[in-house]
């Protein structure tokens, strides 16, 4: 097996305990708090604005590094952004009910992509790294009354492509190509590979530490 390039001197790497997420995100809050990581959640300077002629991934890959630019703390700073990619068109968040009922028909019955691009910066070590996931996503055929519910109850008015698939909006789905977390919000397992390259390495937490 060919060794990994960016793990393989793990054991001199300094153990992540803290990051700072430049995000209001409570769901990728929750997900670096299961890794077993002290986050605090700080502002970002930058304002998301129209970016003519980009792709949907670039899009995501832009924002995230706006927002980990225009923010400040010391140790690592996590920035992340989503956009859902449907046909090459970008859907962000819905600006009303009305919004997500035409963004869920829009998806109902055919595949779309989900980017999560997120950037890891370190003042420290004066580098960061940015990287972008992508994962295929297949909603079930939808009618109107669930359609209705479910951009009526509100969950996804605040989610990329008006839906949550870590909520009730898993019933919408039926079946999806790559990593679940680069659709909740934040690829998991690509932060953790990617935090050598800062100098970084994760390791699972005791019970004790935990509970402390």
């Known amino acids: 097996m ?4 960016y793990t393989h001197c ?7 305990e803290h990051a700072a997420l430049a995000s209001a995100s409570p769901r990728r ?3 670096l708090a299961s890794l077993g990581l002290r986050v605090s959640v700080i502002a970002s300077e930058y304002v998301e604005t129209p970016l003519p002629g980009r792709t949907p991934a670039e899009l995501a890959a832009e924002h995230a590094y706006g ?5 400040h703390a010391d140790g690592l700073i996590v920035a992340a952004d989503t956009v859902v990619d449907r046909d090459g068109v970008a859907l962000g968040k819905p600006a009303g009910i009305d919004e997500a ?6 998806l109902a019955g055919r595949w779309h992509e989900v980017h999560t691009a997120f950037v890891l910066r370190d003042d420290r070590h004066g580098a960061h790294v940015a990287q972008t996931v992508t994962t295929r996503v297949r909603f079930a055929e939808l009618d109107e009354v669930t359609i209705d519910a479910y951009a009526a109850s509100g969950d996804g008015l605040d989610k990329a492509g008006a839906y949550g698939i870590q909520g009730f909006a898993a019933t919408l789905v039926e079946r999806i190509d790559g990593d679940y977390f680069t659709v909740v919000g934040f690829p998991l ?3 953790a590979r990617a935090l050598p390259r800062l100098g970084y390495s994760l390791a699972p937490r005791a019970r004790a530490e935990v509970a402390a």
């Open 29 to 31: 809050r929750e997900l």
């Open 189 to 191: 397992a690509a932060f």
């Open 2 to 5: 060919r060794a990994d390039p």
């Open 10 to 16: 793990i054991a001199h790497l300094e153990r992540l």
């Open 67 to 71: 927002k980990a630019m225009g923010a």
């Open 101 to 106: 009922r035409a963004m869920l028909r829009s």
